[in-house]
């Protein structure tokens, strides 16, 4: 059930909302800038930092509560961007992020593994989903 998902279809399913709120924070990231090697190692202190994050908040039309976490060098400042209090959004069924109905991304965006594309009409390099 985990391993493919299958519990989106049960907690995570496919839902209209609004944007009802917008935060920045930091939080604990491995400071390695190899792309290969995206952990800090264990015992090793130094090698962990912060980053930049922002969380989106989204309440669906029945009424839930849902978070949304950007975190790393470009995602944040992408989600300031796209999202803004009051859009309406989509959850598409085992997307791990929102479309906003409202306005176009103004990169290309995977809304299943959260990774930003070069061109919109490849499909995603880390899941093979459209951008």
Request: charged share 20%; net charge positive.
């Amino acid at each position: 059930i985990f391993l493919l998902n299958f519990y989106n279809l049960i907690f995570n399913g496919s839902f209209f909302g609004e944007v009802t709120e917008i935060k920045n924070k930091r939080v604990l990231a491995s400071k390695n800038t190899n792309k290969e090697i995206k952990m800090a190692m264990y015992g090793d202190i130094s090698s962990v930092g912060t980053t930049d994050a922002c969380v989106v908040t989204v309440r669906s039309r029945r009424g839930s509560y849902h978070q949304y976490e950007f975190s790393g060098n470009i995602l944040p400042k992408f989600a300031r961007d796209y999202y803004q209090v009051g859009d309406t959004v989509f959850h598409p069924l085992f997307a791990k992020y929102p479309y906003n109905e409202t306005r176009k991304p103004s990169l290309p965006f995977c809304f299943y593994c959260g990774n930003i594309g070069d061109t919109p009409e490849e499909p995603c390099s880390k899941c093979g989903g459209k951008l």
